[in-house]
């Protein structure tokens, strides 16, 4: 068995359990030895062969059973019998309780003379000494206390006269006693009982091991040193003096009083002076000790301090439970991780601190893992704890039991280790391997191993699919592949093998095999050789790839690099090699012509030189960051000076090619001429500051919305109008400004940011505060550069004050037509007063001729009249519709003529139109003159006629009255345009004051009389 040599405390448990078994089993034969030369009468088993007198059998049967007490006392502590603990105990202490009523029934048998027996009493008569009887009382005594802290005195004090009374008995055996006359304490003492007793004082006291004489024999102080010299110095004097008395008595005729005299002075001489000497060395001792513990004190300072350190500094969390799991302590690392204080979790139960209280069942099997833990079992898990930042981590626990001196758990180390990077690179190691096997998969890659000793070639999946072979055994391997090699190349492959097996080359070559259906495959092969330590070729490890494709597409590799060239060299774009240093090692046509300098003039300079000043330190950081390896690339706009000073503004996308170590080989770098549109940014910016200021200060209420109907601009008269002079719009939600806004303005919204201009001329709008508003307004979206809607401009237009002026206008209009509309009224009906009066007059004339002008003109009246009637009987006071005017009037001036022209016929044929009364009167006059014209001259001497009326639009608002009829016509020598009459100069008047042309068409029948004017 072997035991760890960091726990001296185990190590001692183990020995002291080896030496009570060893005492029992010594006890146990020697008791047994004797109770069977009693049984089978042989006395060399009773007195060991001295001679003297035998053990007695009750001596040997409660040796016996004081080695079962002391046993089952000793296995009742031991961990391995913990279940059976009580059990043990109590057989314990009934076997303590016999022994110790075995030693009281021996002192009562020899105080009592009566109980003496005879020497031949046999086998169980003989009665042991007072001596043993008080021995194993106190054995008793000792098995009684072995298990209680509270009689740790009385098993100690027990215990030293038990060994005391053995060591007495052992020189009185040793010094003899007289057979006449027998010692009182221990008669005739034999060899076996001695030994038995000196062997179970020295087992009881390993019951104990590390408490009472133990502790102070195995003590490594001062007072322990003193004790281990002393013990043993006394334990040789008192043999060795009592020799020498009994020599002296016999050679120099001492009497026994002299010689027990001398006995005792040379004891005491001796122990006073070891005594002193001791005494001495304890002085010497204190005040070592006092220097020490001053050092002591100073190294223990520094090492808690440095122990503190280390403690507070170390990356993982650690700290200190009791078994019952209270925080006791822990360091920085773990308060700074969940950021907290150590005055909040310190006393606390461990599962209920900061870093687990995210998760019941986390905090559940924290629980478990201590009680585990406080029975002495090393737990390890993982978990999660929270953060500082909120966030739960994952970390490696684990709980690790601190045993005291007596085997128990006394303190608990909870340790964590936080794997969250440890976990990702975990990860990315899987998903790498993985990788690497997909990528292998997807390359089409091989591997082979060749055994050379056992010439066993072994293939994977894909070497089967290279070589277009199934499943074959490992001994077929070599076989087949030398089967597969192009006869052109067979020699030259195996040459090649051989020489990478005799150390002259690698295996590192290209050949040709031929499938099975007759087509030739080129394959590259990597291989490495495994060699024993002489040398001697054991394992070939290698890969098979197949380039077929890659060799037959070398004959196009060329080609792809000259146009490559071409396109480098005739590229739009700038292309440049830059050594590390920023030295142009080569460029391309576009970016001489961008930067104004010869390929030659280039190759001397930097790109330092021709970068402008305020770009320099930003290039040049880019450049570092590159070079150190934190970005693969870097993209910035950037400044260079030309041949000719001027500045040309370049966008620059630049890379790092390194070597195989590492170190930087060259840049590659792109250049575009942004120049222009560096201008034109510029000349959008300055445009779009104009577009904000137009849009501030616009008279118009104007506001520009982004896609989240957020504030990008808006005019003053925005803020005006709607009270926002305060607040700050930029970057605020509209909604946020208005939240009284409505479902339905919102849809609106949605309507223009999906590309519908919405608008609406009125529109009424409840403020927040009750207030209502009238609006006119337009929704319209905005679009980016790139063509996306980027948002809404909304026009409005608060209308509240015009719309309450346009109803106090609509209520004065509503009074001033129903006053008009009274005036025409009243005028039509003095008009009809004063056709009446001209009708009366008529029936008083006499004269044909007066009657006729009466007549016309009643007729003038009534058209006039008849305009007034329509305009009061219309819904429209300004305007007339000519075109049912002139209808009714036609009819009614038919209707006239009736009783005297009765098959005249009325064509007529008008447009509806509205004029207003300024043309709708003169015109009506126009065309009575002229119907009433055709009614009196155009049918002398007939019966029968007709006469046309047409009312036309034509183009550009132009308006035709054609009056014409069949009859007679104008005469021929008459000249209608300078005619006198009456009723043609009416007509040129009226049409002068419309601003209209007369004409007279020629037609075959008939007059015709056509107005042109415009509406």
């Given at each position: 068995m072997r035991l760890p040599a960091h726990r001296p405390f185990v190590r001692t448990l183990w020995l002291a359990r080896c030496f009570v078994l060893a005492c029992f089993a010594l006890i146990t034969c020697l008791s047994l030895s004797v109770l069977a030369g009693w049984a089978f009468d042989w006395p060399i088993l009773l007195d060991w062969g001295a001679g003297q007198t035998t053990t007695k059998a009750m001596t040997a049967l409660g040796m016996l059973l004081t080695g079962f007490a002391m046993l089952f006392s000793a296995a009742?502590?031991?961990?391995?019998?913990?279940?059976?603990?009580?059990?043990?105990?109590?057989?314990?202490?009934?076997?303590?309780?016999?022994?110790?009523?075995?030693?009281?029934?021996?002192?009562?048998?020899?105080?009592?003379?009566?109980?003496?027996?005879?020497?031949?009493?046999?086998?169980?008569?003989?009665?042991?000494?007072?001596?043993?009887?008080?021995?194993?009382?106190?054995?008793?005594?000792?098995?009684?206390?072995?298990?209680?802290?509270?009689?740790?005195?009385?098993?100690?004090?027990?215990?030293?006269?038990?060994?005391?009374?053995?060591?007495?008995?052992?020189?009185?055996?040793?010094?003899?006693?007289?057979?006449?006359?027998?010692?009182?304490?221990?008669?005739?003492?034999?060899?076996?009982?001695?030994?038995?007793?000196?062997?179970?004082?020295?087992?009881?006291?390993?019951?104990?091991?590390?408490?009472?004489?133990?502790?102070?024999?195995?003590?490594?102080?001062?007072?322990?040193?003193?004790?281990?010299?002393?013990?043993?110095l006394a334990l040789f004097l008192t043999s060795f003096f009592g020799l020498l008395r009994i020599w002296a008595q016999h050679h120099w005729g001492f009497s026994t009083e002299f010689g027990a005299a001398v006995y005792s002075t040379l004891i005491a001489v001796i122990m006073v002076f070891v005594i002193l000497i001791h005494a001495q060395s304890v002085v010497r001792f204190e005040r070592q000790k006092a220097r020490s513990d001053k050092r002591i004190a100073k190294n223990l300072a520094e090492r808690e301090r440095r122990f503190r350190g280390i403690f507070n500094s170390t990356f993982q969390f650690i700290g200190l439970t009791s078994p019952e799991g209270v925080l006791l302590e822990t360091n920085q690392s773990s308060l700074d991780a969940a950021g907290t204080v150590a005055a909040q979790e310190v006393g606390r139960p461990f599962w209920q601190c900061s870093w687990w209280r995210h998760s019941e069942a986390a905090q559940e099997r924290l629980k478990d893992g201590i009680t585990r833990a406080a029975a002495g079992e090393a737990v390890r898990f993982q978990t999660d704890y929270l953060a500082a930042d909120g966030t739960c981590r994952p970390v490696d626990f684990s709980l690790s039991p601190v045993l005291n001196e007596e085997g128990r758990v006394a303190y608990l180390v909870p340790e964590a280790r936080d794997i969250s990077e440890h976990r990702m690179t975990t990860e990315k190691l899987e998903g790498s391997s993985q990788r690497l096997l997909l990528a292998t998969q997807a390359a089409g890659i091989g591997i082979w191993d060749w055994n050379i000793v056992t010439n066993h070639l072994v293939w994977d999946d894909l070497m089967h699919q290279i070589y277009q072979t199934s499943a074959i055994e490992p001994w077929q391997g070599y076989e087949i592949w030398e089967s597969r090699l192009h006869p052109d190349d067979r020699a030259g492959t195996l040459q090649a093998l051989q020489e990478t097996l005799e150390g002259k080359r690698d295996f590192n070559i290209v050949f040709r095999i031929i499938w099975p259906d007759e087509s030739v495959h080129y394959i590259q092969t990597n291989a490495i050789l495994q060699r024993a330590p002489d040398g001697t070729p054991l394992r070939m490890l290698g890969t098979n790839a197949d380039i077929t494709k890659q060799v037959m597409s070398e004959a196009g590799l060329l080609e792809s690099e000259e146009r490559f060239r071409h396109a480098f060299e005739y590229s739009a774009i700038g292309f440049a090699l830059l050594e590390p240093d920023g030295t142009w090692m080569t460029m391309n046509r576009a970016l001489c012509e961008i930067v104004g300098y010869t390929e030659e003039e280039l190759l001397g300079r930097t790109f330092q030189d021709i970068t402008h000043p305020d770009d320099l330190e930003a290039d040049m950081e880019n450049v570092n960051r590159l070079i150190r390896g934190e970005i693969t690339h870097y993209q910035m706009e950037k400044r260079y000076i030309r041949k000719d000073g001027s500045v040309v503004w370049i966008v620059l996308t630049a890379s790092l090619v390194k070597e195989a170590d590492g170190s930087?080989?060259?840049?590659?770098?792109?250049?575009?001429?942004?120049?222009?549109?560096?201008?034109?940014?510029?000349?959008?910016?300055?445009?779009?500051?104009?577009?904000?200021?137009?849009?501030?200060?616009?008279?118009?209420?104007?506001?520009?919305?982004?896609?989240?109907?957020?504030?990008?601009?808006?005019?003053?008269?925005?803020?005006?109008?709607?009270?926002?002079?305060?607040?700050?719009?930029?970057?605020?939600?509209?909604?946020?400004?208005?939240?009284?806004?409505?479902?339905?303005?919102?849809?609106?919204?949605?309507?223009?940011?999906?590309?519908?201009?919405?608008?609406?001329?009125?529109?009424?709008?409840?403020?927040?505060?009750?207030q209502e508003e009238w609006l006119r307004w337009e929704v319209r979206p905005w679009m980016e550069v790139d063509g996306e809607i980027g948002g809404v401009v909304m026009f409005t237009?608060?209308?509240?004050?015009?719309?309450?002026?346009?109803?106090?206008?609509?209520?004065?209009?509503?009074?001033?037509?129903?006053?008009?509309?009274?005036?025409?009224?009243?005028?039509?009906?003095?008009?009809?007063?004063?056709?009446?009066?001209?009708?009366?007059?008529?029936?008083?004339?006499?004269?044909?001729?007066?009657?006729?002008?009466?007549?016309?003109?009643?007729?003038?009246?009534?058209?006039?009249?008849?305009?007034?009637?329509?305009?009061?009987?219309?819904?429209?006071?300004?305007?007339?519709?000519?075109?049912?005017?002139?209808?009714?009037?036609?009819?009614?001036?038919?209707?006239?003529?009736?009783?005297?022209?009765?098959?005249?016929?009325?064509?007529?044929?008008?447009?509806?139109?509205?004029?207003?009364?300024?043309?709708?009167?003169?015109?009506?006059?126009?065309?009575?003159?002229?119907?009433?014209?055709?009614?009196?001259?155009?049918?002398?001497?007939?019966?029968?006629?007709?006469?046309?009326?047409?009312?036309?639009k034509s183009e550009d608002k132009h308006m035709i009255l054609r009056i014409s009829d069949d009859g007679h016509g104008i005469p021929v020598n008459d000249d209608p345009i300078s005619a006198r009459t009456l009723g043609l100069r009416l007509v040129r008047s009226l049409s002068y004051q419309m601003r209209a042309q007369i004409f007279f068409p020629q037609q075959t029948a008939g007059c015709c009389v056509e107005i042109n004017f415009n509406v």
């Open positions: 009742s502590r031991w961990r391995a019998y913990r279940p059976w603990r009580r059990g043990l105990g109590l057989v314990a202490g009934i076997l303590a309780f016999g022994v110790l009523v075995l030693g009281g029934g021996i002192l009562l048998a020899q105080v009592n003379a009566t109980f003496r027996m005879p020497a031949e009493a046999g086998f169980w008569g003989l009665v042991p000494t007072r001596g043993t009887g008080l021995c194993f009382l106190l054995f008793g005594l000792v098995l009684l206390s072995a298990r209680s802290s509270l009689l740790l005195k009385i098993f100690s004090a027990c215990l030293a006269l038990a060994f005391t009374l053995a060591w007495l008995a052992l020189l009185s055996l040793v010094y003899g006693d007289r057979p006449t006359e027998p010692n009182r304490i221990f008669g005739q003492i034999s060899l076996p009982s001695v030994v038995g007793t000196l062997t179970l004082c020295a087992g009881l006291v390993m019951l104990r091991p590390r408490e009472g004489l133990v502790r102070i024999l195995m003590a490594q102080n001062h007072a322990g040193k003193l004790v281990r010299q002393l013990l043993p930087p080989a060259y840049f590659i770098s792109q250049v575009e001429d942004i120049t222009q549109r560096h201008e034109a940014e510029r000349v959008l910016n300055y445009q779009q500051k104009q577009l904000r200021m137009l849009i501030e200060h616009t008279p118009a209420a104007v506001a520009m919305f982004d896609h989240d109907m957020c504030y990008v601009a808006a005019s003053r008269r925005w803020r005006e109008d709607y009270h926002l002079q305060s607040q700050p719009l930029l970057g605020r939600s509209h909604y946020e400004v208005f939240p009284e806004i409505g479902e339905d303005w919102k849809e609106i919204h949605r309507q223009a940011l999906a590309g519908a201009v919405v608008s609406k001329d009125e529109d009424r709008f409840i403020r927040a505060d009750g237009e608060v209308i509240t004050e015009r719309k309450q002026a346009a109803e106090n206008i609509r209520a004065s209009l509503e009074e001033k037509e129903v006053l008009l509309r009274e005036i025409h009224h009243r005028v039509k009906n003095n008009m009809q007063i004063i056709s009446s009066l001209l009708q009366l007059q008529t029936s008083a004339l006499h004269d044909p001729a007066d009657v006729a002008i009466f007549q016309d003109c009643q007729a003038r009246i009534h058209a006039m009249a008849m305009v007034h009637d329509r305009l009061y009987r219309s819904g429209n006071l300004s305007t007339i519709n000519f075109g049912d005017h002139l209808r009714e009037l036609a009819s009614l001036m038919a209707r006239g003529q009736a009783a005297r022209m009765s098959h005249i016929l009325m064509d007529v044929q008008c447009d509806d139109v509205e004029l207003d009364l300024d043309k709708a009167i003169p015109l009506g006059l126009i065309a009575t003159e002229l119907i009433t014209n055709a009614f009196k001259h155009a049918f002398k001497d007939r019966e029968e006629g007709r006469i046309t009326i047409l009312l036309q």
